[in-house]
């Protein structure tokens, strides 16, 4: 019992407890606060992708047409610089346009995958925050359990993506260099891990709160079995008493 009650001690100082969110609202207030943002955000960024999905697509029926322009062309002539233009049939041994042409479809199909499994997460992480925000109305932890995960994956692919962003200078240039870019990354980041302890502060009460209810459930179905079980023994005192005064009539 010791060692149990001391795991119990260790593993509650471990976790972040919070008991209001931003000093003004209460966890529950703040969990529907969350999840409204997290469910506008996600929508934009959701709406975002299927556009980037729509354009990427006439993006690859271009390319493809362009590449088979130039399969056409070289197929009947080959141009040397110079004074005179030689045309040809036949193959021709890959030029700098076909290999721009073979970086561009690389590029396209990488883009591709990358949309489509955004947009598959993206939806996922939409459906859990949907479902934080019926749990945090209807008070139900079984509903904000799945947030919680989702999130705590969304925090590692974002430091993946923050780490894989700074090796590209056009978005560092968006920041207005490095340090700008990393301080803004970072207070995101201890944004979204403040957010994820306020909603695992208000699963832990919601439990706290159903063990409360089943206690008080107890106590009330123990204080109605004393009360039956009292005038049960009253009931057959009455029926005790009035034998014996029949029998001493």
């Not at 699963?203 to 009330?220: I, P």
């Amino acid at each position: 019992m010791f060692v149990r009650n001391k795991q119990c001690k260790s593993s509650h100082k471990m976790m972040i407890r919070l008991n209001n969110f931003l000093y003004v609202f209460n966890l529950r207030q703040g969990t529907i606060l969350i999840a409204v943002h997290q469910i506008a955000l996600s929508s934009f960024v959701l709406i975002i992708l299927l556009v980037g999905i729509s354009h990427v697509g006439e993006m690859l029926s271009m390319l493809h047409n362009d590449m088979e322009d130039d399969a056409e062309r070289r197929g009947f002539y080959e141009i040397a610089y110079g004074e005179h233009l030689t045309f040809h049939e036949g193959d021709v041994v890959s030029t700098n346009n076909q290999l721009r042409f073979a970086k561009a479809q690389h590029l396209a199909s990488v883009t591709v995958i990358f949309l489509y499994t955004s947009t598959i997460l993206t939806s996922i992480y939409l459906m859990c925050c949907i479902s934080l925000l019926h749990g945090a109305v209807k008070y139900q932890r079984e509903y904000i359990l799945p947030w919680i995960m989702a999130a705590c994956v969304a925090v590692i692919l974002l430091v993946v993506a923050i780490i894989i962003g700074d090796g590209y200078p056009c978005i560092i240039n968006l920041f207005g260099g490095h340090n700008l870019y990393h301080f803004g990354c970072a207070l995101f980041v201890l944004t979204f891990i403040y957010a994820i302890c306020a909603v695992s502060s208000f699963a832990l009460e919601t439990g706290r709160g159903r063990q409360s209810c089943a206690d008080e459930r107890g106590e009330r179905l123990l204080l109605l079995d004393h009360a039956a079980h009292s005038s049960l023994l009253s009931a057959a005192q009455l029926n005790k008493l009035s034998t014996t005064r029949t029998h001493f009539v």
